[in-house]
């Protein structure tokens, strides 16, 4: 019967496949996996068909020489997670058509032999992550003309010799980062002419005895075509754009979150640059000109830091400015014209500073949808917050955690938030030196009895109210008013009604 025929048609194509390599898994005769948690060697008797290779959590301690020699036609070779501790000169010399290779998550692994990779000049991703390498010998990637991804994140490499990467005119990204390098050179980098991507993030780049630390003037000179450069955590105390050279600088985003910047002497050579990050540092003031030509700048971060203010021209014309972030400072003051041009501002936060009030008409620029935060600040609900609290009403669509912006003087509206005020709840305490009628009132206190004495011309409009808040927030109103000749008086300035 025909299901028989079939039954069998299937067993004949099924066996006529090239075997799998033992203890491993062909999900496809290109595709080879082995993760058998015994297997430690890498089987001889892969096929002609095999182009992804993959090797992992495996007790694979030695690679010897001509691995998977029956498998030139190899494209991706994986080791993944397995135990290496050493890696033979001549391992891969028949992999010559290899275009991804990944050795990585070794933690025995920390030295290759000079010329492992001489035959891979096809090659154009290198994993060299999660080993133990302290640095690279010089030459090691001198045969690697067509890389353009190489990463070695998570080593313990505390130098890289210069000219190691001489050779790699196509190298676009390189991934340093989570290592120990201390000092970079800018010999490191000769040959990168079209690196666009440079991790150096969670080092130790400025862990000199020096009292300033900062990066060697034109390090990164050769890097015309840099576009993002992340030295996030490291020790760096100062930064300037002289790190790029004399040329205008490609750079659009540089990541500087988690240093110890205390100051930045100039980016004006950054023209290109969309994304700042400087948060997490200890920045406390800077120049008013120090954004003035990165014209470009779309996202600011300057949170975490030590600001108190920031000068009145600090963003202007920086008219492209979607997000800015200024929380968690110190900042007790922010001038009126501050965001004067940021008139495309999605995200400003402003949350976890000294904020006690904003200048009326602060917000007035922003034109398109928006958020905001304002959150974590002292407000202080008197009569000089009406611009605050009528805005907050108003755009309370807007306001992100809302219910946290809240007021933290006067005593009697203290956790209220803003957002359940009444206008008529912001007051403020009488004072000699205000021009009306207030001027002549004193307070007296005698025993329990507070005595508010005004003198008043005839006709005055002064109206005195007092409030007694209980606990709960109830709220008892007496309220004492001149009555008895006010229509007389409001009769000589309105025409007369009868
Ligand atoms: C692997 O390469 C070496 C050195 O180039 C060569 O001697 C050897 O014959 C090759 N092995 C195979 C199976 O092609
Ligand atoms: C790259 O692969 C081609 C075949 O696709 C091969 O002829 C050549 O030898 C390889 N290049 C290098 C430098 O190994
Ligand atoms: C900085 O250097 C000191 C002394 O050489 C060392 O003890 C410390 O661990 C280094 N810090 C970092 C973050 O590597
Ligand atoms: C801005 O760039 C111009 C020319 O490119 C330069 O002369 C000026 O010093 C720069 N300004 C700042 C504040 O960096
Ligand atoms: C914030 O300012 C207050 C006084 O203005 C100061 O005592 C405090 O140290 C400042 N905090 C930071 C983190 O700068
Ligand atoms: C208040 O009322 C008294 C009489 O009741 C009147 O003599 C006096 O002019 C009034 N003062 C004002 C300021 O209206």
Same mark, same amino acid.
């Given at each position: 019967p025909s299901n028989m025929v079939a039954l069998i048609l299937l067993f004949v194509v099924l066996t006529s496949q090239t075997v799998c390599p033992y203890k491993c898994q062909c999900f496809t005769p290109a595709q080879v996996l082995c993760a058998d948690d015994r297997m430690a060697y890498v089987p001889?008797?892969?096929?002609?068909?095999?182009k992804d290779f993959i090797m992992m959590t495996? $007790?694979?301690a030695y690679l010897f020489p001509?691995?998977?020699?029956?498998? $030139?036609?190899?494209?991706k070779l994986v080791f993944l997670n397995n135990v290496l501790r050493s890696i033979h000169? +001549?391992?891969?010399?028949? !992999?010559?058509?290899?275009q991804e290779l990944e050795i990585s998550g070794?933690?025995?692994?920390d030295h290759l032999f000079p010329?492992?990779?001489?035959? +891979?000049?096809? *090659?154009?991703k290198l994993q060299l992550n999660f &080993?133990?390498? $302290?640095t690279v010998l010089p030459g090691?990637?001198?045969?690697?003309?067509?890389?353009e991804t190489l990463e070695m994140k998570s080593?313990?490499?505390s130098h890289l010799p210069a000219?190691?990467?001489?050779? !790699?005119? %196509?190298?676009r990204v390189l991934d340093l980062s989570?290592?120990?390098?201390e000092d970079v050179k #800018?010999?490191?980098?000769? @040959?990168?002419?079209?690196?666009e991507i440079l991790k150096l993030n969670?080092?130790?780049?400025?862990?000199?005895?020096?009292v300033i630390t900062q990066l060697d003037?034109?390090?990164?000179?050769?890097?015309?075509?840099?576009?993002v450069l992340n030295l996030r955590g490291?020790?760096?105390?100062t930064f300037s754009?002289?790190?790029?050279?004399f040329e205008a600088s490609n750079l659009k985003e540089l990541n500087l979150k988690?240093? #110890?910047?205390?100051?930045?002497?100039?980016? @004006?050579?950054?023209?290109?640059?969309?994304d700042l990050i400087l948060s997490?540092? /200890?920045?406390?003031n800077l120049p008013?000109?120090?954004?003035? &030509?990165?014209? !470009?700048?779309?996202n600011l971060d300057l949170s975490? &830091?030590?600001?108190?203010s920031l000068p009145e021209?600090?963003?202007?014309?920086?008219? #492209?400015?979607t997000s800015l972030h200024l929380n968690k400072?110190?900042?007790s003051k922010v001038d009126a014209? *501050?965001?004067?041009? +940021? %008139?495309?501002?999605q995200q400003l936060y402003l949350s976890d500073?000294?904020?006690?009030t904003l200048p009326l008409g602060?917000?007035?620029?922003?034109?398109i949808q928006h958020t905001v935060r304002l959150h974590g600040n002292p407000w202080k609900?008197?009569?000089?917050m009406s611009y605050l609290h009528d805005w907050v009403l108003r755009n309370s669509q807007v306001i992100?955690?809302?219910? /946290?912006?809240?007021?933290?003087?006067?005593a009697f509206l203290r956790s209220q938030t803003i957002l359940s005020l009444?206008?008529?709840? !912001?007051v403020c305490p009488v004072s000699r030196?205000?021009?009306?009628?207030? &001027?002549?009132c004193s307070i007296q206190a005698s025993g329990d009895t507070m005595i508010i004495k005004c003198k008043v011309d005839r006709c005055s409009p002064l109206t005195v109210k007092v409030q007694f808040q209980g606990v709960e927030g109830s709220i008892e109103e007496h309220i004492l008013k001149n009555e008895s000749e006010s229509s007389q008086c409001s009769n000589e300035k309105i025409s007369p009604i009868k």
């Amino acid at each position: 019967p025909s299901n028989m025929v079939a039954l069998i048609l299937l067993f004949v194509v099924l066996t006529s496949q090239t075997v799998c390599p033992y203890k491993c898994q062909c999900f496809t005769p290109a595709q080879v996996l082995c993760a058998d948690d015994r297997m430690a060697y890498v089987p001889s008797d892969t096929s002609k068909e095999v182009k992804d290779f993959i090797m992992m959590t495996s $007790p694979l301690a030695y690679l010897f020489p001509h691995i998977l020699a029956d498998s $030139p036609q190899l494209t991706k070779l994986v080791f993944l997670n397995n135990v290496l501790r050493s890696i033979h000169a +001549q391992a891969f010399v028949n !992999l010559t058509q290899l275009q991804e290779l990944e050795i990585s998550g070794n933690p025995m692994l920390d030295h290759l032999f000079p010329g492992t990779f001489s035959k +891979q000049g096809n *090659l154009t991703k290198l994993q060299l992550n999660f &080993n133990k390498f $302290p640095t690279v010998l010089p030459g090691m990637f001198d045969s690697l003309k067509k890389l353009e991804t190489l990463e070695m994140k998570s080593n313990v490499i505390s130098h890289l010799p210069a000219f190691l990467f001489l050779n !790699l005119h %196509n190298l676009r990204v390189l991934d340093l980062s989570q290592n120990k390098i201390e000092d970079v050179k #800018r010999e490191t980098f000769y @040959g990168l002419a079209n690196l666009e991507i440079l991790k150096l993030n969670n080092n130790a780049i400025g862990n000199l005895t020096h009292v300033i630390t900062q990066l060697d003037h034109e390090v990164f000179s050769a890097l015309t075509k840099l576009k993002v450069l992340n030295l996030r955590g490291n020790l760096l105390t100062t930064f300037s754009d002289k790190v790029f050279g004399f040329e205008a600088s490609n750079l659009k985003e540089l990541n500087l979150k988690d240093n #110890r910047l205390t100051e930045l002497s100039s980016l @004006g050579r950054l023209t290109s640059l969309s994304d700042l990050i400087l948060s997490s540092n /200890r920045l406390s003031n800077l120049p008013e000109d120090i954004f003035r &030509n990165i014209t !470009l700048l779309e996202n600011l971060d300057l949170s975490e &830091n030590h600001f108190t203010s920031l000068p009145e021209t600090i963003f202007s014309k920086l008219f #492209r400015i979607t997000s800015l972030h200024l929380n968690k400072n110190n900042i007790s003051k922010v001038d009126a014209k *501050l965001f004067e041009d +940021q %008139n495309l501002i999605q995200q400003l936060y402003l949350s976890d500073n000294q904020l006690e009030t904003l200048p009326l008409g602060l917000f007035e620029t922003f034109a398109i949808q928006h958020t905001v935060r304002l959150h974590g600040n002292p407000w202080k609900c008197d009569c000089h917050m009406s611009y605050l609290h009528d805005w907050v009403l108003r755009n309370s669509q807007v306001i992100e955690m809302l219910h /946290r912006v809240s007021c933290k003087t006067p005593a009697f509206l203290r956790s209220q938030t803003i957002l359940s005020l009444d206008k008529d709840q !912001l007051v403020c305490p009488v004072s000699r030196d205000e021009t009306s009628d207030l &001027n002549s009132c004193s307070i007296q206190a005698s025993g329990d009895t507070m005595i508010i004495k005004c003198k008043v011309d005839r006709c005055s409009p002064l109206t005195v109210k007092v409030q007694f808040q209980g606990v709960e927030g109830s709220i008892e109103e007496h309220i004492l008013k001149n009555e008895s000749e006010s229509s007389q008086c409001s009769n000589e300035k309105i025409s007369p009604i009868k």
